[in-house]
């Protein structure tokens, strides 16, 4: 879908007409510029490719660097390829907020802020055992048991565990886009989007 | 922290202008209370016991004692069910917070009032 790479600024919340509270994220979406078009000849399918952010010349590798003087803009630090644009985009063009239109929906798509080593409880919302009193000794949080005996005697592939949660590409469907402020590149969603602020973020129509 | 101000901004339909008060001074702060489809103006007095948050996300904690039951209301400052923010006394107090007047009452709970 058409969209454009953001950053996440933080969030915020405004009151509606009607007086309700309403949570918002303000993101900052593009300029993005296009760094590449694919077409059916070359290679198979339709697609642009978006670049944002400025980066350093002296953090671009050799082969990065080359890939954006083709298309005649300065390093970029996130580059995502997009679908379905409708208008022509030729290389180094300039792709803005303004694709977006008010009280529409997009989708977001981020990485969830890393959360470490948890447990069932926190990653995959197991209810822990009973209560912390009655006898029960140490295993409040505990997963329970993990399977069968001998038969099957191992435990099945997939079995929730433990584990490092958190740090996973997460997208959030049809956020309702609230305001969108062409003058500072500013898109404001409604609801949260995942990821630490000033961390990437794809928002597609 | 700035282009969350720039989008707050453009959310901002008419600029209410509001006193300015912190903690320590008596407001009464009228907000409309939607009863089914007939709307009417209640009045809350009280001490200011707090203003907390910035921007949109701006609120004002008021307490008033209700013959012996103290009663605090949390109010966002930016919610179109305020209408009118009214100080009626300024008060002389030494810090931001007042949460020490929650322990007090009676003639321990007065404040001084700070001449302008």
């Given at each position: ?108 798509t981020g ?95 | ?35 089914g ?12 016991i ?15 004692m ?17 209408e ?33």
């Open positions: 879908m058409p969209g454009l790479i953001g950053k996440k600024i933080g969030m915020t919340s405004v009151f509606s007409a009607d007086g309700k509270n309403i949570p918002c994220t303000v993101i900052e979406a593009g300029p993005c510029l296009v760094t590449q078009v694919k077409t059916v000849e070359t290679d198979g399918y339709e697609a642009v490719q978006l670049a944002f952010d400025e980066k350093r010349e002296k953090s671009t590798s050799k082969a990065e660097a080359g890939h954006f003087k083709k298309a005649g803009v300065t390093p970029k630090r996130s580059v995502v390829e997009f679908k379905g644009f409708e208008q022509e985009l030729n290389l180094g063009d300039e792709v803005t907020v303004d694709i977006f239109a008010e009280d529409s929906f997009v989708d977001v990485t969830s802020k890393g959360k470490g080593f948890q447990g069932v409880v926190k990653r995959h919302g197991f209810a822990g055992v009973g209560g912390a009193t009655h006898g029960q000794h140490n295993r409040l949080r505990a997963p329970g048991s993990i399977g069968a005996a001998s038969y099957p005697a191992r435990v099945f592939k997939g079995m929730r565990m433990a584990g490092r949660m958190g740090g996973d590409r997460v997208m959030i469907e049809s956020l309702k886009v609230l305001k969108v402020v062409p003058e500072s590149n500013l898109i404001i969603v409604k609801g949260s989007v995942p990821g630490a602020k000033g961390s990437y973020v794809i928002v597609e129509m | 922290m700035d282009l969350i101000k720039i989008a707050e901004e453009a959310f901002k339909t008419e600029s209410k202008e509001q006193p300015s008060f912190g903690a320590g001074d008596t407001v009464s702060i009228s907000y409309k209370i939607k009863e489809n007939k709307e009417r103006i209640q009045i809350f007095k009280g001490v200011v707090q203003v907390k948050g910035s921007g949109s996300a701006k609120t004002v904690t008021v307490r008033k209700s013959g012996n039951q103290g009663v605090e209301r949390i109010f966002p400052l930016n919610s179109p069910f305020i009118k923010i009214e100080v009626n006394r300024y008060g002389k107090v030494r810090r931001k917070r007042i949460y020490y007047l929650r322990d007090l009452t009676g003639k321990k709970a007065r404040i001084k009032e700070r001449r302008m």
